[in-house]
């Protein structure tokens, strides 16, 4: 048994059959079949080297024409392995024999050859072969195993994948009643796959470190997603020690969800407190609703734009929005426009694509979105178009000038006014609102007020942009403190102008999903939280577990302090105090 | 009708500059399927069924190699001169070097 320790990105325990994809997104699956299945073993082998053998014909028919017949001809060559007779046969004994799976035993037969390519190292025909002979194997491991373009092919059992590393747009597939638990060997706590993870809420550890070649296909490993632990070949009282904690989590949340569901989040003095949940996908906001949220208070967009070379369509976006609407039922959703740029990630042959100095301080979001008008208004329209659905607000991102919020607004009059003259049906008078997550916004929040009808504090970029700091620069990374007395006051500030102008305001940063900030932002007079739609039990039992009067005397002594750390200790202090078996923040 | 019963001979390898590589190799293949009986190359300690395109090529014989060439079957004649001439041709219309 070997405990390998990562970074936990999702919490949960699970324990099952690994499920390796490899660097070259092959898969290698169980290592062997009952007995009795190595007569269908044989016949997929079979299949799979017949069309194998045609897909390789298609190809050199159809390359011939555009590379010329003597290229063709080299790729034809390869086909004819698939009806090599002795190639064939020792495939077959393996499966015979061995009992092996019929993907492994070509993987055998095929690392074999290559094998002997190697140990003939002085002979240049050997050394052209290699990469011949592997390409053989991925075509056989293909047809055998389907389609490998995106995410997993056939398969039945949960499993849990372990990977080299998984790309945003792997994990967004994965469906999570098969995929049950990830670990990876590289990947950090803030990169897109933990994010997608976490969303998709499946238990994550990511860079382990090389672990991939110590197991098989099959093997039963434990992902414990709490400690950032991945156990291989578990032993028998771990496995017992794991097998018990995971039922006992699966009761807890099971119970904690029951009840939670139902009961509002009212604070001990009668003061109610809208908790609502951010989303990315439209299959989130089922969770949000398992979850008792009060709605949607952040719709991230992006994943529409992530890893495509297209633009989406307009239809791609409304089918997305006016999916998530419909969930979520007369309760609230709120939209935010696209906020690409930064560290979210633009494939370099995305026309999006623009390379600049200093991405934080350039061409972002509403920026963008301002200089790509037709795109801008794409999404606009599908927004307007979902809202008919339901309870739809718009929201604008990174914000910084006034001007730019008027020109948002008459781009989105612009909008209104196209679907009006097209007859295409859309609610009037959306609510429209702004983030503050620049620190200008901040400052200026009495005057902004006055032209949304609601606020919406995205705490991780105002952190980010009053500290100076960028949270994934390791070496600056401790700057980065959601405690700094600096962005305390801004949010007082944002919040006192608010409630001045009579307008709605929510925090929808991590902060908000923290129960010791929790206790403060409410206390400054927050009255809407949304966080990731995990956290919402538990931020309704601090609501419900506290006075608002109370809070707000925390939110003031806790002003008046003057570092980061000194504001962490009194929270958590407090969070001690008014909840005693909270999950503190780590 | 093979009059000859076990053919037995010697063939030098011609194929410049790569020798016995994947195109002759399954052309050679290709042919030796489409006859009854065995078919084999040896080189040296090391014997190659000649219908495996796979055991051919891992030959790795080079030009100028010597290989000996056994056949038995009742059409084995027939092919005898093409399979040759596979193995021999001097025109080898070469792939791109250093492989794919």
């Known amino acids: ?586 | 009708m093979n009059t000859m019963g076990l053919i037995r001979q010697s063939v030098v390898v011609g194929n410049l500059p790569m020798g016995l590589h994947m195109r002759p190799a399954m052309a050679f293949a290709k042919l030796a399927r489409t006859v009854q009986g065995t078919i084999s190359l040896t080189h040296g300690e090391k014997k190659a069924d000649g219908r495996s395109p796979m055991e051919l090529l891992m030959l790795f014989a080079p030009p100028g190699t010597e290989l000996i060439l056994e056949m038995d079957g009742d059409d084995a004649d027939c092919i005898l001169q093409s399979l040759i001439d596979i193995l021999t041709a001097v025109d080898g219309a070469d792939e791109s070097p250093a492989g794919s």
């Open chain 1, 1 to 586: 048994m070997e405990i390998r320790r990562g970074i936990a990105v999702s919490p949960g325990i699970v324990i099952g059959p690994a499920l390796i994809l490899d660097n070259e997104g092959v898969l290698i699956r169980a290592r062997t079949v009952p007995p009795t299945q190595i007569d269908n073993e044989i016949v997929r082998l079979k299949v799979a080297l017949a069309e194998a053998a045609q897909a390789s014909k298609d190809r050199q028919k159809s390359l011939s024409a555009k590379l010329g017949p003597e290229v063709a001809e080299i790729l034809g060559a390869q086909g004819g392995f698939f009806d090599d007779p002795v190639f064939v046969h020792s495939i077959e004994s393996l499966i015979r024999s061995k009992f092996y799976s019929a993907e492994y035993a070509v993987s055998r037969t095929i690392r074999a050859l290559v094998k002997r390519l190697e140990s003939a190292a002085d002979s240049p025909l050997a050394i052209r072969y290699r990469s011949d002979f592997l390409d053989l194997e991925r075509q056989l491991l293909g047809m055998l195993l389907g389609n490998l373009e995106q995410g997993l092919p056939q398969v039945d059992e949960p499993v849990i994948v372990l990977a080299n590393d998984l790309t945003p747009s792997e994990t967004a597939h994965f469906d999570p009643k098969i995929v049950q638990a990830i670990a990876t060997e590289s990947g950090g706590a803030t990169s897109h796959t933990a994010i997608l993870a976490g969303a998709l809420e499946i238990p994550a550890v990511v860079g382990v470190g090389k672990f991939l070649s110590d197991i098989s296909g099959g093997d039963t490993v434990i992902v414990d997603g709490h400690q950032g632990w991945l156990i291989l070949d578990p032993d028998e009282a771990t496995l017992a020690r794991y097998t018990e904690l995971a039922q006992r989590e699966r009761t807890a949340s099971g119970t904690f969800l029951a009840v939670a569901k139902y009961v509002p989040a009212i604070t001990k003095d009668g003061v109610q407190i809208g908790l609502y949940g951010n989303i990315e996908f439209p299959p989130e906001a089922r969770h949000c609703l398992d979850r008792g949220a009060d709605g949607v208070g952040l719709y991230r967009t992006e994943f529409l734009y992530v890893n495509k070379t297209t633009d989406p369509t307009e239809e791609e976006h409304y089918q997305a929005y006016a999916a998530v609407v419909k969930d979520m039922g007369d309760r609230p959703v709120v939209i935010r426009t696209l906020d690409i740029g930064g560290d979210k990630f633009t494939p370099a042959n995305s026309p999006l694509y623009h390379p600049e100095k200093n991405p934080f301080l350039g061409l972002r979001s509403v920026r963008f979105c301002l200089k790509n008008q037709p795109l801008f208004k794409t999404q606009l329209r599908a927004i307007l178009r979902a809202s008919i659905h339901g309870n739809v607000s718009i929201m604008f991102p990174m914000v910084s000038t006034v001007m730019e919020l008027r020109q948002c607004k008459s781009i989105l009059r612009e909008a209104e006014e196209d679907l009006e003259e097209a007859g295409i049906p859309y609610k009037k008078g959306i609510r429209i609102g702004t983030m503050i997550e620049v620190p200008s916004a901040a400052i200026l929040a009495d005057v902004l007020a006055k032209q949304v009808d609601f606020f919406s504090i995205g705490t991780n970029d105002l952190v980010q942009y009053t500290l100076a700091a960028d949270r994934n620069n390791e070496v600056v990374a401790e700057l980065y403190n959601a405690s700094d007395p600096s962005v305390l006051r801004l949010i007082q500030m944002v919040s006192n102008a608010a409630q001045k102008a009579g307008i709605e305001v929510n925090v929808c940063g991590e902060m908000s999903g923290e129960p010791m900030f929790a206790v403060l932002l409410i206390g400054l007079g927050i009255r809407q939280l949304s966080a990731t739609p995990r956290k919402i039990p538990e931020l309704k039992r601090v609501v419900q577990s506290l006075s608002a009067a109370d809070a707000a005397s925390v939110a003031d002594d806790a002003m008046r302090l003057e570092t980061a750390r000194e504001v962490t200790s009194y929270l958590r202090k407090q969070l001690r105090r008014i909840m005693p078996d909270a999950n503190e923040a780590p």
